[in-house]
């Protein structure tokens, strides 16, 4: 099983950037793909990159296209969310998510809050 821990919220004012981050740790998970989610209140969990751990191939939902950046570091098994020119509607609790390769999502971190100032 992996476990995943998020890190690196805050408030950020619009326009700015911040970084997030998800430590993994677990069973080996070369064949997984790593993803970033987020829940705004009142809002179902939706969908904003995903990365493949072994070969680094990304995906990102269409608003964040441009400003935001999936990677993953295998030295330090971690998975980051470069969040830059962030937006008012990007608030949200963001979650680091973990599928196989043919599966659904089935593994999720606690979550860390992104708070955007106008």
């Known amino acids: 099983q992996v476990q995943l821990v998020e890190s690196g919220g805050g408030l950020v004012q619009a326009g700015g950037s911040l970084r997030l981050s998800c430590a993994v740790s677990?069973?080996?998970?070369?064949?997984?793909?790593m993803g970033w989610f987020r829940q705004a209140p009142g809002k179902e969990r939706d969908f904003v990159a995903e990365i493949t751990w072994n070969f680094g191939r990304t995906n990102y939902v269409d608003s964040v296209k441009g400003r935001f950046t999936i990677s993953r570091d295998k030295a330090k098994n971690t998975v980051s969310l470069q969040m830059n020119n962030v937006k008012p509607e990007d608030a949200a609790v963001y979650y680091c998510?973990?599928?196989?390769?043919?599966?659904?999502?089935?593994?999720w971190g606690q979550g860390t809050q992104v708070t955007v100032s106008s």
């Open positions: 677990g069973r080996a998970f070369s064949s997984n793909v």
């Open positions: 998510a973990s599928r196989y390769l043919n599966g659904a999502y089935n593994t």
